[in-house]
């Protein structure tokens, strides 16, 4: 192991840091999304497939494996027209991201 040779980040910097990505995400928004999610895939997706995060119109989910990835892809159009009830922050885009284990 690499010994640290500096000093820990100041709490005040870090939750500033925070502060600052949480600013560029609606957490409102997510939850709306989330609560949807379940209401507009099938319940298999919805069991193993999240949402994560709406951010410039895309909304990102993540997947357990490539197979979910391909279907939520594939359903893309109805998962989308589906968020359309969160006007003007519904997502236009769809993008997967792998789970990390």
Request: charged letters at 25%.
């Amino acid at each position: 192991m690499r010994p640290r040779e500096e000093e820990p980040a100041p709490l005040g910097e870090l939750l500033h840091a925070l502060a600052g990505r949480l600013r560029r995400v609606d957490l409102r928004v997510i939850d709306d999304a989330r609560r949807l999610w379940p209401t507009v895939v099938d319940p298999v997706l919805a069991e193993h497939c999240r949402v994560e995060f709406i951010k410039d119109g895309v909304l990102v989910v993540s997947v357990p494996s490539g197979a979910f990835a391909q279907r939520v892809v594939s359903e893309s159009p109805s998962i989308l027209k589906g968020f359309s009830t969160l006007g003007k922050s519904a997502p236009t885009t769809l993008k997967t991201v792998l789970k990390q284990p």
